[in-house]
C-alpha cells in the first residue's frame, strides 16, 4: 500500500469462479491510494475478501511496527502481488482444481460442458465420458445383447443386433455412469473436488493453498489459522476513524437444507462439525485449531460432535470455502445441528422448545437458531443431530451489494462486476456507453459517471439456431433469474449504480474456463488493474447527496403510510383500541413487552411523532420525491440474514 493512501473504502465482489482472476489486480490499484475498512463477497468473490483481508491486516502490522523498510515480499500488498501473477500463470488454476478418486472423468466432462467448447467437442467429451467412466457396464451389456442376438438367430442375428446393441448397451452404461458419479460424489461431500489434493500428488489443492495464501498474508504462521477476530482486532493507521472493527469480512454461503442465504462468520447460530467430514476439507492444521476451541465434543449416537467456532473465533478459510462450493464441482459442507432435545418437561421426542418471546432477536440467523437449537437448553441434553448442507454462496446472492450497506455512508463501498456475453445466456449491460470486450482492457471496463446512466434493464437473448438450444437457454434464464433478481434489482437503483465497475469478460475469459492460454489470462489481468483505477473517477460527493435524497424521499413516504394506517373512515370497529395500545399502552399488549417504563414511554412518542409528521406531510407537504432520482426506493421491514 502506498504510504500516502488516506482515504478508506469498502469493497464488494462478485461471484465467478475463474473470473476472480480479475480481482487482485483491481485490488491494488485502488490500495494505492485506499484503505480497506470493509470487504465482502461470493464464491470466487469470496476468495477475493478473504486475501484482500488478509493482505489489509499484513500491511496495518507491517505499519505498525515502525519499520521503514519495504513490506516482506509474501506478506500485505507485495504478497497479494504475487498472489496476483501466479493466478495469471499458466496452468496453475488448473492445477489446483484436483478431483477425488473416481471423479476425474465426470470432473473434466463436467468442465468441458460448462467451458467455451463448441457443440461438437461437447457432444464428443459426453460420449466418450459415459464409455470412460463406467466401460465394465458398457462390456457387459454389449456383449449380453449380442449373445441374445446370436442366441435368436445365430451368426447373421448377431451382426444384426450390432447397432441396436450397441445404443442399448452406451443408454445402459450412461445410466450406470450417472449412478456411479453420484455415489463417488456422495461420498467426496456431493462434490467431485473436495479442495484437498488426493494421496500421492505433487501440488497443494486449491483449500490448501488458500491456507497458505492467508497465512503468508496476513503474518501468521500455518499452525496458527487466521480467524476473524485477528481481523475485528487488527492495528489502526494512525488516525483511522474510530469503528466497532478494524477490518471487517462477510462473506455469503447458501443453506440448502434451510433454503436460504446465510452470511458469514455466524454471529449467533449454533452448529456442530464432525472432525471426520472436515479433515476431507481442511488442512489439519485448521482442522486442530477448531477441535482445540471447541473444546470437549457432544457424544451422541457414536459420533463425536463438536461445537463450530462462531463470531471472532471462525476461522477465516472455513467461511470462505462454505462460499466458495460451487455445486458438484466443489465438495459442499456439511454442518450439524440438534433436531432432538430433552424438554422442559422431559420429552425427548425431538419437540423444539419454543424460545422466550423477550429473547433480543435482531436478525434471521438469531431467530432460526433460537427454533432449532431450543436457546439455552444445556449441551448435555441433545440428543440427536441433523446435517444442515451449505453450498456456493452464488446459488442465493451472487453479488451481495447489501453488504455494508448505510444510509449516508462515510465512505464509498466500491462493487465490482462481471459481466458476460450476449450470447452465453448470461447477464449484459444494456447502456448508453456499453463496453466492449475487446482487447484493449480499458474499454471493457465500464462505470457510470453520470446520475443518467447504468439505470437500464440487463437483457439475455434466448433465441437459437436449434430448438433445443433456445430450449435449454429458456430453462437457464430462469434459473439465472431465480438466481440474480435481487442483486440485479439492487444494483440499478439510485446511489447503487454509481459505485459498480462493471468488468466486460468474453466466452473464452474466466467462469469455468479452467486451463485458459497465458495470453487470455493476461488480459483479464490488465481489466482487473483498469477496473480498480477506474473507480478512482467516482464522486463521493454526488454519491452521497443521492444517498441523502434517497434517505429522505422513502422516509417521508414511510412516515405518510404510518399516518394513513391510522386514519380510517368510516372506523373498523375494535381498531381504536388495537391503535391505543401502540399510543398509550393500553389494553395492554399480548406479546413482546417492553422490558422498561422509559422504553415504552419513548416507542408511544415516537408513534405520535410518526403521525403527526406524516399527516402534516401528506396533507401540507413539500413532496422530498419530488425530483428524486428514480426509480424511487422503497423502505421494508426485512430479515437480516
Sequence with gaps: MSETATRYCDLVMKGGIT????????????????????????????????????????????????????????????????????????????????????????????VTLAGNAGPIRKLFASAIAVVAIAPLEALILLGAFLALGFALAGMPGAFAALLPSAICAYLGAAIAAVLRVARVARRNLLGLCSGLAPKGASSPALTEWLHEILQSLSDKPPAEPLLFDDLWTAPRYPG??????????????????HHEPRTLPFTEATFWFLREEFDLLFPAPVVDAMVAMAGAPDQVGGKDYYRLPSKGRMPVLVAMRMSLSFPLLISAVPLHEPVARRTRRGNSEGEMIDGDENTAEKTLSQSTDSLTTGGAVPLSSIEAFRICWFSDGGVSSNFPLHLFDAPLPRWPTFAINLVYPQDDGTEVVDSPEPPSATDRAEDAVWLPLHNNRG??????????????AEMSGFVFGIISTMQNWRDLLQSRAPGQRDRIVHVSLDE???????????????????????????????????????????????????????????????????????????????????????????????????????????????????????????PLPQMQITPIY
Design 19 to 110: 473470473s476472480g482472476i480479475v480481482y487482485p489486480n483491481a485490488v491494488l490499484a485502488l490500495a494505492r491510494e485506499f484503505r480497506f475498512k470493509n470487504i465482502g463477497g461470493t464464491s470466487a468473490g469470496a476468495i477475493a475478501a478473504a486475501a484482500t483481508a488478509a493482505a489489509a491486516l499484513g500491511d496495518r502490522k507491517h505499519v505498525a511496527s515502525g519499520s521503514s523498510a519495504p513490506c516482506p515480499p509474501a506478506q500485505g500488498f507485495a504478497g497479494l502481488a504475487r498472489v496476483a501473477a501466479q493466478l495469471s500463470s499458466q496452468g496453475f488454476i488448473f492445477g489446483l482444481f484436483q478431483p477425488a478418486r473416481g471423479a476425474k472423468n465426470a470432473y473434466r466432462l463436467i
Design 240 to 257: 483511522e476513524p474510530a469503528t466497532e472493527t478494524a477490518i471487517s469480512l462477510q462473506m455469503i454461503t447458501t443453506g440448502v437444507s
Design 455 to 468: 439505470w437500464q434493464r440487463s437483457y439475455s437473448a434466448i433465441a437459437r439456431p436449434l430448438a433445443l
Design 508 to 630: 473464452t475469459e474466466g467462469g469455468m474456463n479452467l486451463d485458459m492460454s497465458q495470453d487470455i489470462l493476461d488480459s483479464i489481468s490488465r481489466k482487473g488493474t483498469a477496473a480498480g483505477e477506474r473507480l478512482y473517477q467516482f464522486s463521493f460527493a454526488n454519491h452521497h447527496w443521492v444517498r441523502w435524497r434517497n434517505a429522505a424521499s422513502a422516509i417521508q413516504r414511510y412516515t405518510i403510510r404510518i399516518a394513513a394506517s391510522t386514519q380510517l373512515d368510516p372506523p373498523i370497529p375494535g381498531f381504536d383500541s388495537i391503535l391505543s395500545t401502540v399510543r398509550a399502552g393500553t389494553p395492554v399488549p399480548v406479546s413482546y413487552k417492553f422490558r422498561s417504563a422509559d422504553a415504552e414511554a419513548a416507542s408511544q412518542k415516537l408513534f405520535v411523532d410518526l403521525v403527526t409528521r406524516g399527516s402534516e406531510w401528506a396533507d401540507l407537504g413539500p413532496d422530498l420525491g419530488d425530483g428524486t432520482p428514480r
